[in-house]
Every structure is written in C-alpha cells, then in structure tokens.
C-alpha cells in the first residue's frame, strides 16, 4: 500500500517562505512521476509542480519563479520550496504520485499566507 505523508505547511506572512515534504512509503524511483496539487478555499484543485522520474520538472506557469519542486530518492521523498509567497497562495497542497496507471494522494498541508 502506498502512503504519501506530507508536511512542512502552516501559517507564513506575505513574502515568506515554506518547504514542504512528501514522505512516500516504499521507493519513488518507481513512481512514473511526483508532484504537488493544491486546492484553495472554494476553488478547484490545481496542478502546482510535477516531476517525472529522469525528466526535468513542470511547475504552473503562474508559479515558475517562486516555486521549485526536487526529489530526494534516497529519503523518498518530494520537496516543494515555496518563496515569496502570497495571500493568495493559501490552499491545502496535496502530494500526488503516479505509478502503472493509478493516482496516490496524501492527505494534505494546509498553507495559509497573511497579508
């Protein structure tokens, strides 16, 4: 059974700063790909960044610049450092990976940005 456990989400003001992992049981190395969703109050879920195993990162065109996700295969686990941040990036971000076809979720961080 695979388990995306994220963390590292809270409360920052504007212009701050967050990391957050995702701890995933067993090795990523087999995941097709990892990556970060957020959804935020009222709005539908989104895409944030994504990584394929051995192919450069995607990360939402309205977020290049402030956002950057890596991998670290040896912890399994996938980083999204955050900088920057704005009021309006206040969402619960969500962990997803994909192997052989099927989704995995975590179970969300909630990230709330002052202004």
């Known amino acids: 059974q695979v388990q995306l456990v994220e963390s590292g989400g809270g409360l920052v003001q504007a212009g701050g700063s967050l990391r957050l992992s995702c701890v995933a049981s067993?090795?990523?190395?087999?995941?097709?790909?990892m990556g970060w969703y957020r959804r935020a109050p009222g709005k539908q879920r989104e895409l944030v960044a994504t990584?394929?195993?051995?192919?450069?990162?995607n990360v939402a065109d309205s977020l290049k610049g402030r956002f950057t996700i890596s991998r670290d295969n040896a912890k399994n686990t996938v980083y999204l450092q955050m900088s920057s941040l704005k009021p309006e990036d206040t969402a619960v971000y969500y962990c997803?990976?994909?192997?052989?076809?099927?989704?995995?979720w975590g179970q969300g961080t909630q990230v709330t940005v002052s202004s």
């Open positions: 067993g090795t990523i190395f087999s995941f097709n790909a």
């Open positions: 997803w990976a994909t192997r052989a076809g099927y989704d995995y």
């Open positions: 990584q394929a195993t051995g192919f450069s990162s």
